[in-house]
């Protein structure tokens, strides 16, 4: 795809403005889709919104995503190639009386040239419902079309009438190597460092001698930028000011840049894999505050939440279990909320659940059930259920025996029937040992009483 449009002459409202003093994330903000990084799961050929921009046919949209995946460019480029007028506002300090300006504008337009608008509305979430409805018509009759941009989700900060009229996009966090190519595009790039470093007041004739960058303070500002391509470009362009022209940006200005330490963190290497233990076993053990930092560690060294997430489900069956129920609920609901909100606000939810898990009665009285009914099937096969527990919902079945003189458990008191549900060659056999911890306590006692009852003491 060719250039859609010059940075001078870009419509973000800083025409005029020379290239070289505008941020190197606003001067690296991609021009066409083919330099466009990420989002690939809503840039696939075909796809409704790469057509949308492609052929400059847009609709009404929210772009809902992490700060720094490209809403914002999204919303330039698809402006640029409809050729429409495009409008962009705040929601954080606009209001109702500069949504109608907006409006009045656009109608102006449609009126005496028939040119669109479109209203890119970014931190849309800040608008109340009173400032929501002010946009409604304006939607509806197609006057403008909006591009709303969040961080929230939208379907819990977005007037459900809104809502209904636009098409949701979800971006994702940038993977650490597509915020690694940005960062590497803007040291080559005659829009980047070089062409900064050549302008910042030299002669015309001066070198550009923009700073080296060392590979690890590259790939350090890439993994601790958590997906935002804006963060990372920042830092970036930080550090290159401190060390200045024709020096090296080290892994030591990397971290002062962008203010955070640099860990040693692999997600594919040892480390992944000693800190999730040392967070299980420590949640095990008990030990909120050690669960918290190892916690802590994983986040900051850049682990993916959602694995975090999906080990608390798995510890609140394994050891915890019946000894409190509610930690599979706390383990599953974190999960969701990690889907949901994602980094960095997604941290506070899996600090709840370290806390809880650690400091929930622990059993792994089911898990270790599970384990010897497994070990008695390897051993001797598929069980055959005896007859009365046999499926009765065929034609037939009947006349073979199947589901006959089964015992109803709730005609029996308190539900509990003494018939054999073992099949014969397990009869007698013990898998569940619960223990007397938190709340199994009293499914102990209750176990106890139901085998006395059914004579299998």
């Not at 040239?113 to 509806?140: C, M």
């Not at 940006?249 to 480390?271: F, N, P, T």
Request: some cysteine; charged content about 30%; proline content about 5%.
């Amino acid at each position: 795809m060719e250039r859609l449009f010059d940075l001078e002459d870009s419509p973000d409202g800083r025409s005029g403005i020379p290239s070289g003093d505008l941020p190197l994330a606003a001067r690296m903000r991609p021009a066409s889709l083919g330099e466009f990084v990420g989002q690939e799961h809503l840039l696939a050929r075909g796809s409704t919104l790469r057509t949308a921009i492609e052929e400059g046919r847009p609709h009404s949209m929210i772009l809902y995503g992490p700060p720094g995946t490209g809403k914002t460019t999204l919303a330039r480029l698809l402006a640029v190639n409809s050729r429409a007028a495009f409008e962009e506002a705040s929601a954080v300090n606009a209001g109702r009386a500069e949504v109608r300006e907006v409006i009045e504008r656009a109608k102006h337009r449609r009126d005496t040239s028939g040119e669109r608008t479109i209203f890119f509305l970014d931190e849309i979430h800040r608008f109340n419902k009173a400032q929501q409805d002010t946009l409604l018509p304006a939607v509806e009759e197609g006057l403008v079309v909006l591009v709303g941009a969040t961080t929230e989700n939208p379907y819990f900060e977005v007037n459900s009438a809104l809502l209904s009229r636009c098409r949701v996009y979800e971006l994702r966090a940038l993977d650490d190597e597509h915020v690694l190519a940005l960062l590497r595009r803007s040291l080559g790039d005659e829009r980047g460092l070089a062409q900064a470093a050549g302008s910042a007041g030299h002669a015309a004739s001066a070198p550009s001698r923009a700073p080296k960058v060392d590979d690890d303070a590259l790939e350090f500002l890439a993994a601790r930028s958590a997906g935002d391509a804006r963060t990372a470009l920042s830092a970036l362009e930080l550090a290159c000011d401190t060390v200045g022209e024709g020096s090296t940006v080290s892994l030591r200005v990397a971290e002062d840049a962008l203010q955070r330490s640099a860990i040693l963190y692999d997600k594919g290497g040892d480390l992944h894999y000693d800190l999730i233990s040392a967070w299980i076993k420590s949640t095990r053990g008990s030990d909120p505050d050690a669960s918290l930092l190892y916690l802590a560690a994983m986040l900051e060294g850049g682990e993916d939440p959602r694995f975090i997430a999906r080990r608390m489900v798995i510890l609140a069956s394994e050891d915890i279990g019946n000894a409190d129920p509610r930690a599979l609920e706390v383990a599953v609901s974190t999960a969701h909320a990690v889907e949901h909100v994602g980094l960095p606000e997604c941290a506070l939810n899996l600090a709840q659940a370290a806390v809880y898990l650690a400091l929930a009665p622990k059993s792994n009285a089911s898990y270790k059930a599970l384990g010897r009914a497994r070990e008695w099937v390897r051993e001797h096969g598929t069980p055959e259920p005896p007859a009365p527990l046999r499926s009765a919902a065929y034609p037939g079945a009947k006349k073979l025996g199947r589901g006959l003189d089964y015992d109803y458990p709730h005609d029996r008191p308190e539900g509990v029937s003494e018939q054999e549900l073992m099949p014969d060659e397990a009869i007698g056999e013990r898998f569940l040992e619960l223990s007397e911890h938190g709340e199994e306590r009293e499914l102990r006692e209750r176990l106890e009483r139901i085998r006395r009852s059914r004579g299998r003491d």
